[in-house]
């Protein structure tokens, strides 16, 4: 749950009216994902989230909410024992450390097209984000010891992948 208190108590530590006259910002909200309703904006959920951005809003900011494109999500098929053994070979041997899961990127329509296509297929899905790299932002950066050592773990489950499947 959002906490306005703490929201801002940060926005007042970023600046005044005077430094930032106007603020425009905007919050993406994943009302395609298939982990949710897929009705949830017809039963009402959209306009409850949109009614917690709007209720007491810091410093008198004004809400607005504008629909935007939506996309169908994807939702990856579970790991065969075989992925999930060489990520996490291929991760203790690489990082020193067992992988990392997230579940972001759902709504990127690529994946879903490649799962309805090819839906027995297993997907490994990555990204170098770490501190301060400012995804998608103009100063966005990849930290290159990080990537080559992911290019690594999946040079290794491309290797496992063509043993599995007996060479071919």
């Known amino acids: ?5 703490k929201t801002k108590k940060l926005i007042g530590q970023c600046g005044s009216d005077e430094i930032v006259p106007t603020l425009v910002e905007y919050i993406k909200i994943p009302n395609k994902s298939p982990a949710f309703d897929p009705d949830w904006a017809a039963h009402g959920y ?3 989230a ?9 410093y008198g900011a004004r809400v607005t909410y504008q629909p935007g494109s939506s996309a169908v999500g994807w939702h990856a098929p579970a790991r ?3 992925l999930e053994q060489s990520l996490a070979r ?6 020193g450390a067992p992988p990392a899961y997230i579940g972001e990127g759902g709504t ?12 027995q297929a297993q997907f490994v899905v990555t990204g ?5 790299s400012n995804a998608h932002g103009p100063n966005e950066f990849l930290h290159i010891p990080t990537g080559k050592r992911v290019s690594v773990v999946i040079a290794q489950v491309r290797a496992d992948h063509h043993a599995q ?4």
């Open 128 to 132: 170098v984000l770490g501190p301060h």
């Open 108 to 119: 990127i329509p690529f994946k879903a097209m490649l799962g309805e296509k090819f839906p």
């Open 50 to 58: 949109v009614a917690l951005f709007k209720k007491d809003p810091p």
């Open 165 to 168: 499947a007996g060479g071919q």
């Open 90 to 95: 291929a991760s203790q041997t690489t990082f």
């Open 46 to 48: 959209m306009d409850e």
């Open 80 to 82: 065969s024992p075989w």
């Open 1 to 5: 749950m959002l906490d306005m208190a």
